[in-house]
């Protein structure tokens, strides 16, 4: 004889009932779930908005030759005053994209209280045959910092490419005395020397802005479980208890 409630017994009044509540009650903790993950989503966005409208300040009050670059420079707009040295001490940095498109970046030392500071002038499709002429004299521009890369430089001295802006790389091939110890990526097309501006990348933002709004998101998720878990539980039980 088979014990086992049929399909009928799943669908009596009181059970329905108790569909029903379990039905609202997910459905209600899964939105409130969602809705949290997305403001924890917002703030991560607030946060980036709110770091690129961060307004130029001159180089010299952030940072300085001798100062380790920390989070405090990283991403920080500033105005650079200095004088470019000569074009041929100029070099390609491969594997850079712009638009979607594979490319390399022109990266040029620039002379900034005694110390050579990498800067990015522009993006082009492909190294050129020649490097493009450099600012003459002292020039002011604007760039946003960013810290040395990590990866494996790649360093080619005969055409004058490289595959990161690694700084102990740069400080050994290129002999300064002094650099500085992360690098610029200028925003401003007058000192690309015809190129493309070059993209900056997205900042980094810290899983913790809005952290609250990701914890409550993933404690509706846990609610709406244990729900689910209770329903079946109680209708089970209601189920087997009727038909003892």
């Known amino acids: 004889m088979n014990d086992r409630p049929g399909v009928g017994a799943w669908f009596r009044p009181a059970v329905l009932g108790l569909h029903l509540f379990a039905i609202a009650a997910i459905g209600f903790c899964l939105f409130m779930g969602t809705w949290q993950l997305g403001a924890y989503d917002q703030r991560q966005e607030d946060e980036r908005a709110e770091q690129g409208s961060t307004g130029a300040v001159a180089l010299e009050s952030v940072w300085s030759p001798t100062d380790i670059f920390t989070t405090d420079q990283d991403q920080r707009p500033v105005t650079v005053t200095g004088t470019f040295r000569p074009a041929e001490e100029q070099l390609w940095v491969t594997g850079r994209e712009h638009d979607g498109e594979d490319g390399v970046w022109l990266l040029a030392p620039v002379t900034v209280d005694d110390a050579q500071l990498m800067v990015v002038r522009g993006w ?3 190294p050129a045959a020649t490097f493009p002429e450099v600012p003459a ?3 002011s521009f604007e760039a946003v910092l960013q810290p040395g890369e990590e990866s494996a430089a ?8 490289i595959g990161s802006v ?4 740069l400080l050994n091939e290129l002999g300064y005395a002094d650099l500085w110890s992360g690098f610029a990526i200028s925003t401003d097309a007058a000192v690309a020397g015809g190129l493309e501006v070059a993209d900056v990348p997205e900042s980094d933002v810290s ?5 609250r709004n990701l914890g409550y ?5 846990v609610f709406a479980a244990f729900a689910l878990f209770m329903w079946w539980r109680m209708a089970r039980e209601m189920v087997l208890g009727r038909d003892r």
């Open 154 to 161: 790649g360093w080619d001295a005969t055409a004058r490419t």
């Open 217 to 221: 998101g993933l404690q509706w998720w």
């Open 166 to 169: 690694r700084i102990p790389t």
């Open 124 to 126: 082009a499709p492909r």
């Open 137 to 139: 004299g002292e020039v």
């Open 207 to 211: 899983w913790t802005a809005g952290g």
